[in-house]
Structures are given as structure tokens and as C-alpha cells.
């Protein structure tokens, strides 16, 4: 199970290349071998970088959807868009695909945020917006989303 801890701050070069953390590579060490997958995100404009072991689970969920339902389907599609495999190579730098920048809006300074199993990949500017915009509910959406009774040892 990938736990990953910490948000990071980087810089972009004119190709898309982005030096890994050292704090962050760190954690992402035993699964540098296997490789991820760069997809878009659904909800938000940035990108998603799954370990190739978290994406293999995703996906097998996914392939027990019923592809006789058209929105099985559609939905299917519009989630695997722009789907890339990627890689850290020998020096650190993880290449993100022109299409990806121009989905995510990344200028040059990118934010690296830890969503648990998944790394986010931000334009800095979007991403600090994003926080700065959903902070006045945040304290209500933190109840209804986590102040469940069923929650054990989570306070």
C-alpha cells in the first residue's frame, strides 16, 4: 500500500522535464523500477501521477465495468485520455508530455502534492488558487466527509 507524504515545490524546463525531489524520490524509490502513469485528473485542472502498482488496481476495477452500458464506455474513454506511461530516469527528471502541460497549464514553477497513493502535479499558480478558493469550507467538508462515527482511530 503507497503511502506518500508531502507537497514540493519545482520547476519545469522548456521540454517538460521536472527534477524529482530528493525527499520525494525517495519515497517513490521501490517503485521507480515499474514505472507510472501520467492521466489528467477528473475534477481539478492538473495531472495525476500513478505508481504502476496503484494503477494496475485502478484498473482492474475499472475492468469489471460492464462495457455493454454506453456510460461504461464514455466513461471509460474520457478517463484513459491522454493517458501516458512515464518514467524517472537515471538523473531524476520525469518528462511530462507537451499535451499534459498544455491540459494542466504548467508555465514553469509546478507544485508536487501527495494525494495519498497518487502524486498531483500542479501549474503553482492554479494550485495555490485551488487551495486559497476551498478553504472556506473546508472545516464543513472535513465533517461530512470524515466525521462518519465508522472511522475507527481517526480523530
Known amino acids: 500500500m503507497v503511502n506518500l507524504i508531502g ?4 520547476k519545469v524546463d522548456a521540454k517538460g522535464r521536472l527534477m524529482v525531489p530528493s525527499a520525494l524520490k525517495k ?3 521501490p517503485m521507480l523500477q515499474e514505472g507510472f502513469v501520467l492521466k489528467r485528473a477528473v475534477f481539478q485542472p492538473c495531472l495525476e501521477l500513478y505508481p504502476m502498482e496503484e494503477w494496475d488496481k485502478l484498473m482492474k476495477k475499472m475492468n469489471g465495468l460492464n462495457r455493454f452500458k454506453k456510460k461504461n464506455n464514455d ?3 474520457r478517463f484513459t485520455a491522454g493517458v501516458k506511461s512515464v518514467e524517472v530516469d537515471a538523473n531524476g527528471r520525469l518528462l511530462i508530455p507537451k499535451d499534459l502541460v498544455g491540459f494542466a497549464g504548467i508555465e514553469k514553477e509546478i507544485v508536487l502534492n501527495s494525494a495519498i497513493n497518487i502524486i498531483e502535479i500542479w501549474d503553482k499558480e492554479q494550485y495555490e488558487k485551488t487551495i486559497y478558493e476551498s478553504t472556506d469550507d473546508f472545516a464543513e467538508l472535513a465533517e461530512e466527509v470524515m466525521g462518519n462515527d465508522d472511522l475507527d482511530g481517526i480523530s
Open 7 to 10: 507537497t514540493y515545490e519545482c
Open 27 to 29: 519515497q517513490l524509490a
Open 75 to 77: 466513461f471509460i474513454r
